[in-house]
Each structure stands twice: as structure tokens, then as C-alpha cells.
């Protein structure tokens, strides 16, 4: 069984950073796919950037160039770096891990953009 631990996130100011990681428990960290999503009020959930096991990278049109996605295969761990905030980016943040035809979620990290 993996596990997927979300933290970061938190209140920041239009304009601010913060950085999301997410650690995963197991041993098959390494060879899978790993993803972020977000979910605002009253919205559907949506992909925000994904790495593959050879850490190509995508992410939504809405965060190009403003965030990315790394991991650490050490660690076992996915990051997600976000700057330029903006109060469009306010949802929970959910981590993602995909080997083959299974997915796990995280419990997910809230994030708040506000002056």
C-alpha cells in the first residue's frame, strides 16, 4: 500500500511563493509517474503538472512559468514550486502517484492566494 503525505501549503499574498511537497511511502516511488492536482470550491479537479519516472515534465497553460514540478527519487518525494501567485491558484492540492493502471491520492494541502 502507498501513502502520500502533502505539505506546504498555507495563506500567502497575490504575488507570493510556496513550495508543495509530497512524500511516498513504499518502495515503487522510483518507477512511477507522479502528479499534482487542484480542486477549487465548487470546481471540478484539475491537473496542474505532472513527471514521469525520467522526470519529463508538464504543466497546465493556467501555472506555465510560473510553477514547477521536480522530484527526488532519494527522498521519494515531488515537489511543486509555485510563484507569481494569484487568488485563481486558491484550492486543495493533491499529489498524485501512477504505476501502470493504479493511482493513489494524497489527503491533499490547502492553499490560499489573498491580500
Known amino acids: 500500500q502507498v501513502q502520500l503525505v502533502e505539505s506546504g501549503g498555507g495563506l500567502v499574498q497575490p504575488g507570493g511563493s510556496l513550495r508543495l511537497s509530497c512524500l511516498a511511502s513504499?518502495?515503487?516511488?522510483?518507477?512511477?509517474?507522479m502528479a499534482w492536482h487542484r480542486q477549487a470550491p465548487g470546481k471540478q479537479r484539475e491537473l496542474v503538472a505532472s513527471?514521469?519516472?525520467?522526470?519529463?515534465?508538464n504543466v497546465a497553460e493556467s501555472v506555465k512559468g510560473r510553477f514547477t514540478i521536480s522530484r527526488d527519487n532519494a527522498k521519494n518525494t515531488v515537489f511543486l514550486q509555485m510563484n507569481s501567485l494569484k487568488p485563481e491558484d486558491t484550492a486543495v492540492y493533491y499529489c498524485?502517484?501512477?504505476?501502470?493502471?493504479?493511482?493513489?491520492w494524497g489527503q491533499g494541502t490547502q492553499v490560499t492566494v489573498s491580500s
Open positions: 498524485a502517484l501512477r504505476l501502470g493502471t493504479l493511482t493513489y
Open positions: 513527471i514521469t519516472m525520467d522526470s519529463i515534465t
Open positions: 513504499g518502495s515503487i516511488f522510483s518507477r512511477s509517474a
